[in-house]
């Protein structure tokens, strides 16, 4: 069975910085695929980060130089790096992790930016 278990979030000024971790457990982590996604309540899911196996990655337009998704493949965890965070950064940040036909989501955590 797929768990994943998110940590990290909370609420920081505009501005400041703020590092999500999800940590993996009942997949073969280092050739999965893993992403970073937000939700607002009345809005979509929307992707903000991918790392895939290779260690290719791609950013949501919103948040290209300022966040970053590192996988540590040796503890089964993917974080996401913000730095620069914005008022619009506001949401539930999900974590999934995908391989072959198996993908599963966490359980969300808040990050509020607000002053």
């Known amino acids: 069975q797929v768990r994943l278990v998110e940590s990290g979030g909370g609420l920081v000024q505009p501005g400041g910085s703020l590092r999500l971790s999800c940590a993996a457990s009942g997949i073969i982590f280092s050739l999965s695929a893993l992403g970073w996604y937000r939700q607002v309540p009345g809005k979509h899911r929307e992707t903000v980060a991918v790392i895939r196996s290779a260690g290719n990655t791609n950013y949501a337009d919103s948040v290209k130089g300022r966040f970053t998704i590192p996988r540590d493949n040796a503890k089964s965890t993917v974080y996401l790096q913000m730095n620069n965070l914005k008022p619009e950064d506001t949401a539930v940040y999900y974590c999934?992790?995908?391989?072959?036909?198996?993908?599963?989501w966490g359980q969300g955590t808040q990050v509020t930016v607000s002053s």
């Open positions: 999934n992790i995908a391989y072959n036909s198996i993908a599963s």
